[in-house]
């Protein structure tokens, strides 16, 4: 079946018996030197709902108009996390009366750039960053010119340097980290490996925390106990798989976020290795899947309906001019270790 014809301005001028130009006033309400007669204007008003004409966003946006939309820039959409918060964040500016307009930077800082290009103010009232990118120079910049330019709330990228010119919605990384590793330095573990991914923003900043919490607690890791993989399954199981390898492999394993942490409960499994008899591991994030998985994977909880819902309402409250004073607003949350099945004590 064929689509129906898009209903365009010029059908609306030709049935008014009006030029474009006089319905593109009308509908802007903009003031001009040529006044609009009221029965014009209620003719045109009339055709316009007769036909369910509806006037393209990017056009009122080139007006200096409110278009109602939303762009999202992503470091990545399979990431099990942020395919989470971007329902929340596709929800939260549902109810508040915009569309969400998502873009995929796969990692890369020019990709972002060139989205953002797309998706500026002329095309959309404001924009969110989700995630952080490959740790570069270009990624500093890249913030930095959104900071300038658009009306910018980042998402989980931390609350440090790659954050400073941009509102932020944040959760408290080193409070997480640090609920983690008491936990497992309580449990009885000493040897604690960590799986980092090589990025800038909340992943680093977790790896901050357990470098410093480590040697002061308990001595500098043993070699190769910081191993660094991307945050995919596969990444983490080969990193475990490494670390089981190795003369003096650890009792416990922390990984950067839950997708590495279930990767490395596969690798305990194809080994042989009992978690947690012989291994614990915990993630971080808290995605649905981090307990149905066996053993039910013990780890951090990052708030993600609140942290949608933060952000969305910081932008829409920007974009509607409600923010106030010259401070960007910032949002730190509060992370919450969440104890399933995937830890207990070292083996004897």
């Known amino acids: 079946m064929a689509r129906p014809r898009t209903v365009t301005m010029s059908d609306v001028a030709q049935q008014a018996e009006v030029s474009e130009s006089t319905v593109s006033r009308v509908l802007s309400g903009a003031k001009t030197s040529v006044s609009i007669s009221e029965a014009t204007r209620q003719r045109v008003l009339a055709v316009v709902d ?4 509806q006037p393209h966003p990017f056009a009122r946006a080139l007006r200096g108009k409110r278009v109602n939309l939303l762009g999202l820039i992503a470091r990545e959409i399979d990431d099990l996390f942020f395919a989470q918060l971007i329902e929340v964040v596709s929800t939260e500016a549902k109810e508040r009366g915009f569309d969400l307009v998502l873009g995929y930077a796969k990692s890369d800082p020019e990709q972002a750039l060139a989205l953002s290009e797309v998706l500026d103010l002329r095309q959309s009232d404001g924009l969110l960053l989700l995630g952080d990118l490959n740790e570069s120079a270009e990624d500093h910049d890249f913030l930095a010119r959104m900071g300038r330019e658009q009306l910018t709330v980042s998402l989980c990228r931390g609350s440090g340097p790659l954050v400073t010119n941009t509102a932020w919605v944040a959760v408290d990384n080193r409070k997480g980290t640090l609920q983690a590793l008491d936990y497992l330095v309580q449990l009885g573990h000493r040897r604690i490996a960590y799986i980092a991914a090589s990025r800038l923003g909340d992943l ?13 607690r308990l001595g500098t890791p043993c070699d190769g106990y910081i191993q660094r993989a991307e945050n995919t399954f596969q990444g983490g199981r080969e990193a ?35 978690v947690p008899a012989d291994l614990s591991i915990i993630g971080y994030d808290d995605v649905r899947i981090a307990g149905y998985v066996r053993p039910a994977l013990t780890t951090v909880r990052q708030p993600i309906e609140e942290i949608g819902r933060r952000a969305v309402e910081m932008l829409v409250g920007m974009v509607r001019g409600e923010a106030t004073g010259d401070t960007l607003p910032h949002v730190l949350l509060e992370p919450e270790l969440v104890i399933r099945d995937s830890c207990g004590p070292p083996a004897a």
């Open 204 to 216: 680093r900043e977790r790896l901050e925390v357990y470098c410093g919490y480590t040697e002061e």
């Open 50 to 53: 007769d036909l369910k004409y």
């Open 240 to 274: 475990t798989q490494r670390l089981l390898s190795l003369p003096y492999p650890p009792t416990a394993i922390l990984a950067a976020d839950d997708t590495m942490a279930i990767g490395a409960l596969s690798a305990a499994w194809d080994r042989g290795t009992a």
